[in-house]
């Protein structure tokens, strides 16, 4: 699933295990990063991605995965932004 959460954030919701959860990350990171606008010579995009994954076991919250992905591509942003920041959630 993809969507617009608001302002310039995006969710995509990949069921798949986390290390290909992270390869598609760095693939779209590295996809926009290459882009370029006819329109805008010499400008460079780039996307800051947060990250989380959550063991699906009873009781799981989507809530809380957005919020965990929330605050890692905060961490991103503060780290220099153009990266993927991820962690592990095990509920």
């Known amino acids: 699933m993809f969507g617009r959460l608001g302002g310039e954030e995006f969710g995509l ?3 798949c295990p986390t290390d290909n959860a992270l390869m598609v990350a760095e693939r779209i990171r590295e996809q926009v990063e ?3 606008v006819p329109e805008l ?3 460079a995009m780039t996307v800051s991605i947060g990250l989380a994954s959550l063991q699906a076991v009873e009781g799981w919250d989507v809530e809380q995965l957005m919020q965990e992905a929330d605050r890692q591509l905060y961490q991103a942003k503060l780290r220099g ?3 993927v920041v991820a962690t592990r959630l095990l509920h």
Do not use: S, Y
């Open 13 to 15: 919701l990949l069921v």
């Open 34 to 36: 290459g882009l370029e």
């Open 41 to 43: 010579p010499g400008a």
């Open 81 to 83: 932004r153009n990266q």
